[in-house]
Nanobody, 126 residues
Framework: VQLVESGGGLVQAGGSLRLSCVAS????????MGWFRQTPGKVRQFVAG????????YYEEDVKGRFTISDDVAKNTLYLQMDSLKPEDTAVYYC????????????????????WGQGTQVTVSA
């Protein structure tokens, strides 16, 4: 299984970025998919999640109304559209996939059965 993120970069406050995560190596039907972020010395935090191919989406409070998670099942790709970016959004962003019996919003890097991408850096300048 591979999750490969792309789309990170440097952007000014108020700008936008779209992250992509290409998933391969298995059928992700029924899996929870999500985006997490991590800054140095901090625990990796949930940002947004959804069921693979599903309609319901979930967001961490600080990003509600600014970030949008979506997927394209035909392209095996998960997206995170990030608008109105703030300097405090600066972090490494990770894509994750978890099996159906888990809720993506509570998984950690120590949760068995969860797949993680390698991360993509997002830097928002003031």
């Amino acid at each position: 299984v591979q999750l490969v993120e792309s789309g990170g970069g440097l952007v000014q406050a108020g700008g936008s970025l779209r992250l992509s995560c290409v998933a391969s190596g298995r059928n992700f039907s029924g899996h929870g998919m999500g985006w997490f972020r991590q800054t140095p010395g901090k625990v990796r935090q949930f940002v947004a999640g959804k069921g693979w191919g599903g309609a319901n989406t979930y967001y961490e409070e600080d990003v509600k109304g600014r970030f949008t998670i979506s997927d394209d099942v035909a392209k095996n790709t998960l997206y995170l559209q990030m608008d109105s970016l703030k300097p405090e959004d600066t972090a490494v962003y990770y894509c994750a996939a978890c099996p159906p019996h888990l809720w993506i919003g509570v998984v950690t890097t120590n949760t068995p059965g969860v797949y993680w991408g390698q991360g993509t850096q997002v830097t928002v300048s003031a």
